[in-house]
């Protein structure tokens, strides 16, 4: 889809950045709500610290499952996160190996395969794109590429790569085409999404209508919440700390996305806050909110 109709039909669905949108609420069985992840980047500090004293924490608070940042620099945080009997399907992956490879091979690439297949991972995702690589269409071509050639290879690993969004991929570039749209339109069956809906809002679209045109093609969301009156679009992910708020106290309905993500076939959703003055008293309050949907 061209980014012009994109947007528009995006943009015309605002009513999902309204927190106290009416929707039915969530079943208590709700494959979501029942099996929620963190994104374990919400806690790098405190990892850092004392992992496996963290990870527990996690679990206490009733996180069944985590995602890891970092990967393959790894292992004390998935020793701890197995100690506390949480899962871990999914990690973010030290990216340049396939945004800026050093081979056509990707043969780094393979490497982090080799060692996401002897962890047990079933999803990897590109989590972040430099500057440098993300100026023009073509520099957003570029990485399409190298993301469909590394795709193939995870597929070969029975492993799904994936990409996370940010807003900058949504600022419309050369002709009004955004990166986003590149990704969209060149993007192979076998790359596929991970969304972040904090991200896509602040971008200027709605989570509920990406999720529809993107039905297949998004394995897994992030879920965090914008501070009232943050003034969107904004494609700059320099944002004030505070911007981030625990789920339930800014302007993201989660209800409706959720839903969207069951019927676009999304399988995992992880709880994610860039920034709080304390972590783990954010995620135990999204958490809370969560079982209250």
Known sequence: MRRRSFLQHSLAAAATFTAGQAFGALAADNRYRNNIGIQLYTLRKAIAKDAKATLQAVADAGYKQVELYGFPNAVPMMAAAKDAGLAIH??????????????????????????????????????????G??????????????????????????????????????APLEGGRSGFDVFVEEFSADMKFELDVFWVVAGGLDPVVL???????????HLKDLKAGFKTPSYDSNVAEDTFQELGDGVIAMEPIIAAAEKAGVEHCHVEQDQSPDPLASIRQSMEYLKKM
Request: net charge positive; charged share 25%.
């Open 211 to 221: 999720l529809e045109k993107l039905k297949g093609r998004v394995t897994q969301l």
């Open 133 to 170: 690589n993300r100026k023009t269409l073509y520099d957003y071509e570029k990485v399409a590429a190298h993301a469909n050639v590394a795709a193939a290879k995870a597929k070969e690993a029975g492993i799904q790569l994936a990409y996370h969004n940010h807003n900058f991929e949504f």
């Open 90 to 131: 999914s990690a973010h992956f030290e990216w340049d190996c396939v945004v800026n490879p050093k081979d056509a091979a990707l043969s780094d690439f393979s490497r982090v395969l080799e060692k996401a297949k002897e962890a047990g991972l079933k999803h990897l995702v590109i989590p972040y794109l430099m500057p």
